[in-house]
């Protein structure tokens, strides 16, 4: 009796803590599916759904993942035992062939109906239907009709064998190489959860710079495993490909793709592989980049390189060949190495090769303004690249919300005949990963809303980013009115202000040597010019910026001549890109009347004020957070006003000694 109750109260109490601080640690992502409370708690159990399937539909490993999260969003959300309505699933076909279009619409007051082709449709369905409950519609009410823009939305993984990521700031690698394939940890179906709930169906698990060892039979083995658990989430696993691996693990004394042995190797490793894997995705390869192998080294094109790959996988898959080059050798301006090579091969590429490309020309930077090869290859398949992971925007310890840093680029009239999302819609959109052992994934809370968006877009690039931070945070953190609006905003300005205490006014890459962190634009000594923060900023006593026009490198020609025009004259032109297109004086005049110098001062001082605004945002959301996910963000953004300020105060004195000028007036005193 009473020794049991006490017993029972104080194991209670133990547990209690520890369970309350695990739901909260942020490992449930945005499927946490918090209780509904008020009117959507009413109107959820009033409509009471239990989940069946139309006659037409059969079982399946994948309409059982869509059945068990709709089981566990339900019960979660609120709804009671006791049934009355039904969801019914109506994806006739078995297996997940389809692109996931699906619809949902009530057909009479008790049922509402999720509909499509084949299983994928379902399992898409199923977590739409969740998010648009979480968001507390009235179920009754909820009418989709969906497809995805574009057939590939993937992830790619910059991670090693040894378990380490390159630019990844969340932790260790999730995959354990050295326990697969006889163990399979369960964080990777978690994983391929999150990734179904957002529409990601491929990934592609390692590094692009990438060692062969990859392509071994024992690791085949691990993939399989891999490809096994993730299949039913309607996933498929892609494999960054060593360009080399003919003669790195293949005895051969070439990797030259036209050579007759380099090629009947790839199509024996490419069998290989699909023995093992019946739906490998293909290969995503970096060649003739930043030291790797490629086709070049033996005098041929990148096209001869991803054909020869291409017909090694043949119908069964994809390569996707990526444009991030630039040589040593030419260094006159990086920005246009990458559509000086590619463009001319415009044509030659076979059908199953896809061509990657930098959201920019240079890389990752907190704003470049869109890559110029999109829209310059108009019979070349096309992926865009973005960088989930922050780089070069403070790691995971500055908040920065980079859904409008996509948009920019997307959303970009190429000037020849669409937007950039248009050019990529029989391509489809890369993310590199920002995903890590970490227990809430991506080191930040709030980076786990840029894994949540890039998904979001690449399913549907014309959603805006105000929408998706919006039903990003509701899933997440809370559902109060009050908290989103107060959230969504300060989410939406956080790039900017990145922006503007890092690299304002379209200056770029002013980040430390290889860690790519902190401020260092005095950076002039690396043996290769373009590593260099003054190759970039091209900063003097007499003025600053990058001049792209005719009488420089004349960068502004690769765009569509309605574009060029747009960023031709520095009076009117977008400022945002001014010193990315023009090298300016110290003392030119900017349409706020300031002259450039205060110009720059008064954005890097507006960066600081975002950042300390965006701490006390978030400060007076402590009663809508749990404790513990709004100290970390708390504790977080205190870094980040720190660092800001390094930033700002680091940039200012080093133009300072070189322009010789005081801080205008009004300007912020160092910190
Ligand atoms: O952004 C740069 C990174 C490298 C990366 C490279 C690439 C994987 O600094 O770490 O290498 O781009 O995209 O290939």
Sequence with gaps: GLVNRLAAALLALTLLPATAAHAEDGYALWLRYAPLGGDALA????????????????????????????ARGLTSLGAPAK??????????????????????????????????????????????????????????????????????????????????????????????????????????IDYARANASIGIDAVAVNNVNAPAIFLEPRFIAKLRRIADAWRPYGIRVFLSARFSAPRDIG????????????????????????????????????????????????????????????????????????????????ASDRAKQAYA?????????????????????????????????????????????????????????HLAFLAPLWKEALDADTGRGGTVAGMVRRGGM???????????????????????????????PSLASEAVAREWAAQTLGRDAGFLDAVTAMMLGSRQAVVDYMTPLGLAHQMGTNHHYGPAPWVCDLARPEWNPCYYSRADAHGIGFDRT??????????????????????????????????????????????????????????????????????????????????DVAEDLKVQQREARWWRDASIAWWQSLNGLPLPAGAAPPA
């Design 43 to 70: 109107r959820l159990q009033g409509f009471a759904p239990r989940v069946e399937r139309a006659s037409g539909t059969t079982g399946g490993p994948m309409l059982a993942v869509a059945e068990a999260e709709l």
């Design 83 to 188: 049934t009355k309505g039904s969801i019914r699933l109506d994806c006739p076909r078995a297996g997940g062939d389809g692109d996931g279009s699906f619809h949902i619409r009530a057909v009479d007051a008790r049922t509402l109906v999720i509909a499509g082709a084949d299983h994928r449709a379902c399992l898409y369905g199923a977590f739409a239907l969740l998010r648009e409950l979480s968001l507390g519609r009235d179920p009754r009410a909820i009418e989709l009709d969906e497809r995805p823009a574009m057939p590939l939305r993937m992830l790619d993984h910059w991670d090693n064998v040894d378990g380490s990521v390159e630019r990844g700031y969340a932790g260790r690698s999730i995959f354990d190489w050295w326990r697969l394939p006889d163990h399979l940890d369960r964080r990777l």
């Design 251 to 330: 005895g051969l004394a070439t990797a030259d793709p036209l050579d007759p042995a380099v090629r009947r190797w790839w199509k024996a490793k490419a069998d290989e592989i699909y023995a093992a894997i019946p739906d490998f995705g293909g290969f995503l390869v970096k060649a003739n980049s930043e030291g790797q192998p490629g086709p070049q080294d033996y005098g041929r094109s990148h096209a001869d390189g991803a054909n020869m790959l291409a017909a090694a996988l043949g119908s069964r898959g994809t390569v996707i060949w990526r444009a991030f080059v630039y040589s040593a050798e030419d």
């Design 341 to 397: 090579d590619f463009v001319p091969l415009d044509g030659q590429f076979a059908d199953n090769v896809i061509v990657q490309v930098k959201n920019g020309p240079i890389d990752f930077q907190p704003r470049e303004p869109f890559h110029p090869i999109f829209g310059a290859m108009p019979k070349t398949r096309l992926m865009f690249e973005g960088q989930i992971t922050k780089e070069y925007l403070g790691f995971s310890t």
């Design 430 to 460: 890369a993310g590199v990963a920002n995903v890590g052992s970490d227990r809430n994934w991506t080191g930040g809370h709030f980076d786990q809303a840029n894994w949540y968006a890039f998904g979001r877009l690449a399913w549907n």
């Design 550 to 631: 005719a009488s420089g490198s004349d960068a502004l020609a690769q765009y569509a001549p309605s574009v060029a025009d747009e960023w031709r004259d520095p009076k009117a032109m977008d400022e945002d890109y001014l010193l990315w297109f023009h090298h300016l004086p110290w003392d030119w005049r900017t349409r706020s009347g300031r002259s450039l110098w205060a110009e720059l001062v008064h954005r890097y001082d507006r960066g600081v004020a975002a950042v300390d605004a965006m701490a006390a945002t978030w400060d007076a959301q402590r009663s809508h957070v749990d404790a513990e996910r709004f100290a």
